[in-house]
């Protein structure tokens, strides 16, 4: 037998075109097949301006679901037999891994602004303990990159950092720094990290706030960068985990369920033209230092300005520069956090859908490759389909009305014989088929892999609860899709009336919402579902049966939002096997760390959780906080604010200063040996001032 027949398989360009070429054909014919059928039913008398726009619509709509399908389909041929042998994972080593010259280290970056540093602090233990017990350790370091502005949890994140190093023996190993001025949010963030250590590195593995890494897999993220020295970035899919709100589980259900299989889909066509989701992901620094430098756009925000989804452009740089990007879709143990509630959920999409609209000012950069410029179309897409969603069913409900006012006539001109109005029932019902079948049947074939791997039934609750899991999950989906069909639609609007929402911090812990917030949030789609649902009962009462599961959705808006945000019925669902994950039913090490290390009591971080006047005594925090601050000159006028501030401070209490005001004050080493000298000579009590001189003393 010749030796090339034991070789495995390697992503030629010849293999990679033939799957581009299966993949999109498969798309377009469905659209078309789909299209003609619409189409017939509209021209025999010509075709209305009206239902021109239903086609146009129907048609940029079915696009969109089909191109989601047979990801969908892809992934389940895929995963059916046994995964794919151009994975990158799978690929022998190529020569040249030691071409660049730099150093083999990796920095492990974790960003942060304004997060929980409780939460902060469990994750980077979490992740160093489980990098030790691999023994692999030695080969990285891990680096805060905090651009908190809130001075309590400034504070905080100084001392959690300092206590992971004291009780690991982490001190040289594990890097804490708080930027001056978060310019750029976190690719300035990143981008100042580069310049100012990323040459001791060879790799970067970006993580986010909540984002948990096994050791295993950083280990083997690095083995596989390696070994592909033509690879600058391969990005892992996370899977959610972690919370117990009904309304996260139930994504974090249907995310183990079916997310692998999409992931497989991607990277079947994808394979060397992937694309960046902004961390759990590892970077070759060399070329991302010398090609992903960002430009600001031009023109002033939303559309320009800094750019906000920094991850799709990073990539497509990194492509037009000849590296190749990839997605490790059967890499495990990579996992992150959702937002905890629909409201929450809606707050960080609005975010997202500014940073990719904003991609349209970068399409027609020259060089990018099509499938990069496809990347950021499909981005806008999962965005704008949103309100071509809602057009489309206005637009439907309109010409379903018109067909009623419409009069059959049977009998014109010399005609003896009546004229029967032909029935297009079968064409339109086939239509509606295609397009719930291409929606829903993933979560069949989700299910049915499922099945066919029939040992991991168990670790989802086995095969009954597992399928009562699925229906009722496609239940909650539905509920909630016109809920978030309307929310995204205003964002649209929003941005495209010029109006940005800037990069507020996310609200990630698990909370109930109340019945107010819920009202004030869902007032609007309860009034739209009960205004839609009378309108079209009362003028069109056929089209009213088939508008009921979006109607549903609207009107039962505030109790599906409040119920779905309660953890006490996300646990009782979690005791019954509803919705169970294999994480939740054997988490890993690394997660089962992260449980242990936030029960843990951190005697550091209640030493800075009280007020300011009092935390300024602490010799200790002080000392800590003073050796980490940047030397920085100050003007004269810079020096009279802060006396002002100090007197301030001690008259009134750190409640009357604002955020920044309380970052001024910690920004300054004389000011704080001021403050601090006061406090422990006693002549600061309880927020007031009992000076015997000048403060300046």
């Known amino acids: 037998m010749p030796s090339d027949y034991l070789k495995p398989p390697v992503p030629t360009p010849g293999r990679i075109l033939l799957r581009r070429v299966v993949y999109f054909s498969l798309v377009l014919l469905t659209t078309a097949a789909a299209m003609v059928l619409l189409v017939g ?64 280290r990796t920095a492990v970056v974790m960003p942060v602004y304004n997060e929980d540093p409780e939460r902060v602090s469990a994750g980077l233990r979490s992740i160093w303990q489980s990098l030790k017990e691999t023994g692999r350790d030695g080969e990285f370091d891990l680096f805060i990159l905090s651009d908190t502005r809130d001075a309590q949890c400034w504070l905080q994140e100084e001392l959690n950092w300092y206590q992971l190093c004291e009780e690991t023996g982490a001190h040289g ?142 990539a497509a740089l990194l492509r037009r520069a000849g590296w190749e990007v990839w997605l490790a879709y059967d890499m495990g143990e990579s996992y992150e956090e959702l937002p905890t509630t629909l409201i929450d959920f809606a707050k960080r999409d609005r975010r997202w859908c500014q940073g990719n609209l904003q991609h349209a000012g970068v399409l027609l950069v020259r060089g990018m490759r099509p499938l990069s410029r496809l990347y950021m179309l499909m981005g806008m897409m999962s965005y704008l389909s949103s309100p071509l969603w809602a057009m ?14 419409t009069v059959p006539v049977y009998f014109s001109g010399d005609n003896w014989y009546p004229v029967w109005p032909e029935s297009y029932t079968v064409e339109m019902t086939t239509v509606l088929l295609v397009t719930l079948g291409m929606l829903f049947l993933p979560k069949a074939m989700g299910l049915l892999l499922l099945v066919l791997q029939w040992r991991k039934l168990k670790s989802y609750g086995g095969l009954i609860r597992v399928s009562l899991s699925v229906v009722l999950e496609t239940v909650f989906t539905t509920l909630i899709a016109p809920v978030l069909m309307i929310y995204q639609s205003k964002f649209v609007l929003a941005i495209l009336s010029r109006r940005s929402v800037g990069w507020p911090s996310q609200q990630r812990g698990d909370h109930r919402l109340g019945f107010s917030e819920a009202v004030a949030a869902h007032y609007g789609h309860t009034a739209v579902g009960i205004s839609a649902g009378w309108l079209s ?23 599906v939002s409040m119920y779905s945000s309660s953890t006490h019925l996300g646990r009782c669902l979690k005791r019954w096997g509803l919705f169970l994950t294999p994480e939740e039913y054997d988490p890993p090490r690394v997660l089962r760390l992260l449980e242990e290390n936030l029960e843990t009591v951190d005697f550091w971080s209640r030493r800075a959780g009280g007020r300011a006047e009092d935390v300024v005594a602490d010799a200790a925090v002080m000392a800590l906080h ?14 009279y604010q802060l006396r002002a501030l100090t007197y301030q401070l001690l008259e009134d209490g750190s409640e009357s200063l604002s955020l920044q005001e309380k970052r001024a004050v910690l920004s300054d080493p004389e000011t704080l040996l001021r403050l601090h ?10 927020g007031q001032a009992t000076t015997d001189g000048p403060v300046s003393h």
């Open 41 to 104: 039913v509209f021209q025999t008398d010509g075709v209305t301006p009206l239902e021109f726009a239903l086609l146009f619509l129907y048609g940029a709509l079915i696009l969109w679901v089909s191109t989601s399908f047979w990801i969908a389909a892809l992934g389940f041929w895929v995963q059916l037999r046994g995964g794919d042998p151009l994975a990158i994972t799978r690929q022998p080593p190529r020569p040249g891994a030691d071409a660049d010259g730099s150093p083999l």
């Open 173 to 314: 190993r594990v890097f804490y720094r708080n930027r001056v001025h978060n310019t750029s949010r976190k690719c300035g963030n990143i981008a100042e990290f580069c310049e100012r250590w990323g040459g001791r590195y060879r790799y970067m593995i970006v993580l986010d706030a909540d984002s948990i890494m096994g050791g295993s897999t950083l280990v083997k993220m690095v083995e596989t960068m390696e070994a592909q020295p033509q690879v600058a970035l391969i990005q892992t899919p996370p899977i959610p985990v972690n919370h117990e709100s009904l309304f996260v589980r139930v994504l974090q259900f249907s995310s183990s369920l079916y997310g692998g299989m999409f992931a497989a889909g991607l990277n079947y066509w994808q394979m060397c033209d992937g694309n960046y989701w902004g961390h759990n992901a590892i970077i070759r620094l060399k070329p991302f230092v010398e090609h992903c430098h960002l430009p600001k756009l031009p023109g002033r925000e939303p559309f320009g300005g800094e750019i906000f989804s920094h991850d799709f452009v990073e």
């Open 392 to 405: 489309f069913l206005m637009v439907t409900g309109i010409e379903a009305y018109n067909q009623t006012q």
């Open 537 to 559: 009962y009362s003028y069109v009462p056929d089209f009213f049966l088939w508008l009921t599961p979006v109607l549903a959705g609207l009107v039962l808006s505030v109790p």
């Open 626 to 639: 003073q050796g980490l601050l940047p030397q920085r000159p100050l003007r004269k006028r810079q020096r």
């Open 677 to 686: 000298t006061l406090a422990a000579s006693g002549t600061v009590v309880t």
